[in-house]
Each structure stands twice: as structure tokens, then as C-alpha cells.
């Protein structure tokens, strides 16, 4: 069973710092592309950041020089990281780990549980 732990949210001052942190563990062959998504209220969920296995990575251009999404595996597990610096109210969301795994012709998606992160005073 595939299982994402996610953790490292909550109240940051703007102009601050938050490191984001999401264990993966339980999948079959090895983790795909991983991501993290975040949803602020009254919207729609988006892709902040993701990076594939190979470790190419790619942010949504609001977050673009702010934050670095990060990864490192081990057989059958992995850990993915975001960085987020000089965080601004417009952050504020809440935060999803995604990952990624294909069978065949098949990819399966797995998300966490969620973790919020407000930005504000």
C-alpha cells in the first residue's frame, strides 16, 4: 500500500521560510514523477512544483526563484522536499504531495494527505 506522509507546514510571516518534506513508501517498482500541488481557498488545485526521475524539474512561474523542489530515492521509497523561501500571502494553500507510479501503459497517481501552510501575521 502506497503511502505519503507529508510534513513541515504552518504560519509563516511574509518574507519567510518553509521547508515541505513527503515521505513515499509501499510502491511496487520505483516512483515517478513527484509534485507538489497546493489548492488556496476558492480554488482550484494547481502544480506548484514537480520533478521527474531523472531529476528534471519545473515550477508554475508564480513560484519561480522562490522555491526548490528536491528529491532522493531508495529502493521501493523516496522523499521529496520544497524548499520555499520569501514566501508571500499569495502562498497561502494547501500543500499536496503527488507521486507517480506507471505499470505497463497505466500511471497511477497517489496524494497525501495534505499540509497547510499560511502565510500571514
Known amino acids: 500500500q502506497v503511502q505519503l506522509v507529508e510534513s513541515g507546514g504552518g504560519l509563516v510571516q511574509p518574507g519567510g521560510s518553509l521547508r515541505l518534506s513527503c515521505a513515499a513508501s509501499?510502491?511496487?517498482?520505483?516512483?515517478?514523477?513527484l509534485g507538489w500541488y497546493r489548492q488556496a481557498p476558492g480554488k482550484e488545485r494547481e502544480l506548484g512544483a514537480g520533478?521527474?526521475?531523472?531529476?528534471?524539474?519545473?515550477?508554475v512561474d508564480s513560484v519561480k526563484g522562490r522555491v526548490t523542489i528536491s528529491r532522493d530515492n531508495a529502493k521501493s521509497t523516496a522523499n521529496l522536499h520544497l524548499q520555499m523561501n520569501r514566501l508571500i500571502p499569495e502562498d497561502t494553500a494547501v500543500y499536496y504531495c503527488?507521486?507517480?507510479?506507471?505499470?505497463?501503459?497505466?500511471?497511477?497517481?497517489?496524494w497525501g494527505q495534505g499540509t497547510q501552510v499560511t502565510v500571514g501575521t
Open positions: 503527488n507521486a507517480t507510479e506507471t505499470l505497463g501503459r497505466t500511471t497511477y497517481h497517489y
Open positions: 520533478i521527474s526521475s531523472s531529476g528534471s524539474t519545473n515550477y
Open positions: 509501499g510502491i511496487i517498482t520505483s516512483f515517478g514523477d
